[in-house]
């Protein structure tokens, strides 16, 4: 089993840019989580998915940030226009129904 | 509002002793109480984790104690090795989120001295 898988594993982007993170879960599992890790707020969970539906977007920062999860095994989070102060890692999780949540290796986002 | 407390933020052990970290939350509709692992550059990996109808949960080296009354619960890590160098997390969520939406401590830097 390949796991979590992200792309790319670091992103530098100069502030204004869009910037489009990638995620395959692990087949089978049936929800999908969008987390951010910063050292100032930690980890911090953005949003997930449950059978490819948004269930809680709560987490999302501001509108400058979208989720999309158009089928099964693909997960897109999309910044548009990034700002320095989105500079974090961004972890993609994948879970089935509640149990334990695997967690991808990050995307290293920087923000010039 | 920082729903679980975690402490403490570093902690340094000597090899062979016992590594201590504490975990506080406010939130009495909490009923999942996992603890995860994190290397540099590696993502959170599941470690071990309780249910409040058990006061404690042992898995290897790793124990987890817990106390409803007092709404904390620790992370024990006898006979800590260099190996065990990691960042741990403490986290809760409650069953109306199917237990999908977890609320992370802060974080606890382990280092565990040869």
């Known amino acids: 089993d390949a796991g979590v898988i992200q792309s790319p594993r670091h992103e530098v982007t100069e502030m204004g840019q869009e910037v489009t993170l990638r995620c395959k879960p692990i087949?089978?599992?049936?929800?999908l989580f969008w987390y951010r890790q910063t050292m100032m707020r930690g980890l911090e969970l953005l949003i997930y998915?449950?059978?490819?539906?948004?269930?809680?977007d709560s987490g999302m920062p501001e509108d400058r940030f979208s989720a999309k999860m158009p089928n099964a095994s693909f997960s897109t989070l999309k910044i548009q226009p990034s700002e320095p102060r989105d500079s974090a890692v961004y972890f993609c999780?994948?879970?089935?129904?509640?149990?334990?949540?695997?967690f991808g290796p990050g995307t290293r986002l920087t923000v010039l | 509002q920082q729903q679980v407390k975690q402490s403490p933020q570093s902690l340094i052990v000597q090899k062979g002793g016992i590594s201590i970290i504490n975990c506080a939350y406010e939130?009495?509709?909490?009923?999942?109480f996992p603890w995860y692992q994190q290397f540099p550059g590696k993502g959170p990996a599941l470690l071990i984790a309780?249910?409040?109808?058990?006061s404690e949960k042992k898995e290897g080296r790793f124990t987890i104690s817990f106390n409803k009354s007092a709404k904390q619960f620790s992370l024990h890590i006898m006979d800590s090795q260099p190996g065990d160098s990691a960042t741990y997390f403490c986290?809760?969520?409650?069953?109306?989120?199917?237990?999908?939406?977890?609320?992370f401590g802060t974080g606890t830097r382990l280092l565990v001295s040869p």
């Open positions: 999780a994948s879970s089935f129904t509640g149990n334990e949540q695997f």
């Open positions: 087949s089978g599992h049936n929800s």
């Open positions: 998915f449950n059978n490819n539906v948004p269930i809680d």
């Open positions: 939130n009495t509709a909490f009923d999942y």
């Open positions: 309780i249910r409040p109808d058990v």
């Open positions: 986290a809760a969520s409650r069953p109306d989120t199917g237990f999908q939406k977890l609320v």
